[in-house]
C-alpha cells in the first residue's frame, strides 16, 4: 500500500535533547514538508524539500532541521534550541511543488512529542 | 489578520442537520482551495477540492467566491461520523520562494453531531 508513514507515534525527550522524527512515502512524490500543530490551532510550516538535496525554510524554521538525501525520506531533528517543542508534528507529501491548481498534500500519521 | 480565517466554533448540531462552514482568505493572489478534516488526534485527509464553479460530492457541496475571497462548506443530513474539526486551506504563492506554492491552513472549525 502507497502512504506516508512516521514514527515513532509518541515521543518524549528531555529538555537539552535533540530528537529525529522519521518520515518516509512510497508514493513517489517529490516535494515533502513538515508541519507543528499546537491546540486549537492550525498547522504551521517547519520545512519543506521540493527535490532531493534540497530544502527551504518555512515560517518557523528556528529550533529545527533537516535532510533530504533521499526521494522518499525527509527527517526532522527537533533540537535543543528549540523554546517549546511539545506539539503535534505532521508530515506531508505532494506530487510536485503544486504545479497543477488542484495539486495538494497528502499527511502521515504524526509523532507526538512531549517535553519532560 | 490572519491569512486565512475561520469561525473556530464548536457547531453543535443534531443528526439530520444541515451546517455551513465559513472561511475568508486574505491573499487575493491564491489559486486553489480545499477542505481537509481532520479528526481528534489524528492527522488532517482532504476532503475535497474547491473549484471557482461550486463542486458536490455526495453530502457535502463547497462554493468559493473569490470577489469576496469566501470559501464555504455546506454538509446535509449530518451525520455522527461527520464530527470533527473541519479546516479550511489556501494554496497561495510562497513567500520565501518564486515559483513554489504552499499550502496555507486555517484553524479549523470543530463539529459535533449529537444523537
Known amino acids: 500500500d502507497g502512504g506516508i508513514t512516521q514514527s515513532p507515534k509518541y515521543l518524549f525527550r528531555k529538555e537539552g535533547q535533540n530528537v529525529t522524527l522519521s518520515c518516509e512515502q512510497n508514493?513517489?512524490?517529490?516535494?515533502m514538508y513538515w508541519y507543528r500543530q499546537d491546540p486549537g490551532q492550525g498547522l504551521r510550516l517547519i520545512y519543506y524539500?521540493?527535490?532531493?538535496?534540497?530544502?527551504q525554510k518555512g515560517d518557523i524554521a528556528e529550533g529545527y532541521s533537516v535532510s533530504r538525501e533521499k526521494k522518499e525520506s525527509f527527517p526532522l531533528t527537533v533540537t535543543s534550541a528549540q523554546k517549546n517543542p511539545t506539539a503535534f508534528y505532521l508530515c506531508?507529501?505532494?506530487?510536485?511543488?503544486?504545479?497543477?491548481?488542484?495539486?495538494?498534500?497528502?499527511f502521515g500519521p504524526g509523532t507526538r512529542l512531549t517535553v519532560l | 489578520r490572519k491569512e486565512v480565517e475561520q469561525d473556530p466554533g464548536p457547531f453543535n448540531v443534531p443528526e439530520g442537520a444541515t451546517v455551513a462552514f465559513n472561511c475568508t482568505y486574505s491573499?487575493?493572489?491564491?489559486?486553489?482551495f480545499f477542505w481537509y478534516r481532520q479528526d481528534c488526534r489524528k492527522e488532517p485527509k482532504l476532503l475535497m477540492s474547491?473549484?471557482?464553479s461550486g463542486n458536490e460530492d455526495g453530502r457535502f457541496t463547497a462554493q468559493l467566491n473569490r470577489a469576496s475571497q469566501y470559501i464555504s462548506l455546506l454538509i446535509r443530513d449530518s451525520k455522527l461520523s461527520d464530527s470533527a474539526t473541519y479546516l479550511c486551506?489556501?494554496?497561495?504563492?510562497?513567500?520565501?520562494?518564486?515559483?513554489?506554492?504552499?499550502?496555507?491552513f486555517g484553524s479549523g472549525t470543530q463539529l459535533t453531531v449529537l444523537p
Open positions: 474547491v473549484y471557482s
Open positions: 524539500s521540493q527535490i532531493v538535496n534540497d530544502f
Open positions: 491573499n487575493s493572489a491564491s489559486q486553489s
Open positions: 506531508a507529501s505532494s506530487i510536485a511543488e503544486h504545479i497543477s491548481e488542484s495539486d495538494t498534500q497528502y
Open positions: 508514493l513517489n512524490h517529490d516535494a
Open positions: 486551506v489556501v494554496n497561495s504563492r510562497a513567500r520565501t520562494s518564486g515559483s513554489a506554492r504552499q499550502l496555507t
